[in-house]
């Protein structure tokens, strides 16, 4: 338990203790000031929390390279491919049932869109055109 989280507890505790003292009838105001106090310990946290995510987008910024990002991860494309044909088993049964080729068509267009918008988010440089070429660590090229 670290120092904060004592002080909330004494906070907690002294709030139970001026229940006791002043009655039920003094209940409310003493749980919206207990509350009042968390939420600014929370807003303290959150705001920490931003300014050191902000500064350190700043750095990436600063140094010209690129952030890594969590979708990167093959794990997660492999995941979001699975789910995303798991799903399309009842889209396409649902969409063929009820509207019979146009259905089809639609739920599976929507399922590329989906897969699409996934692929680009994680990698805004598929549709561009652009491939770079970098040199690997054996000394041949090859392009991304």
Known sequence: MDARDADLKKELDATLQARRELG????SALVDSFLEKVDQRIDGAVERRVRRQMAEQQMVVA?????????DS???RFGFGIVSMVLAIPLSAIGG???HLPGLLVAWAGIVGVNAFQAVRSNPEIFSGRHHRR???DG?????
Do not use: L
């Open 97 to 99: 049932g009820i509207a």
């Open 135 to 137: 040199r690997h660590k």
């Open 140 to 144: 041949d090229d090859w392009a991304d």
């Open 74 to 76: 093959w794990g997660e």
């Open 63 to 71: 140094r010209g390279s690129r952030s890594p990002k969590p979708t």
């Open 24 to 27: 039920e009838e003094y209940e």
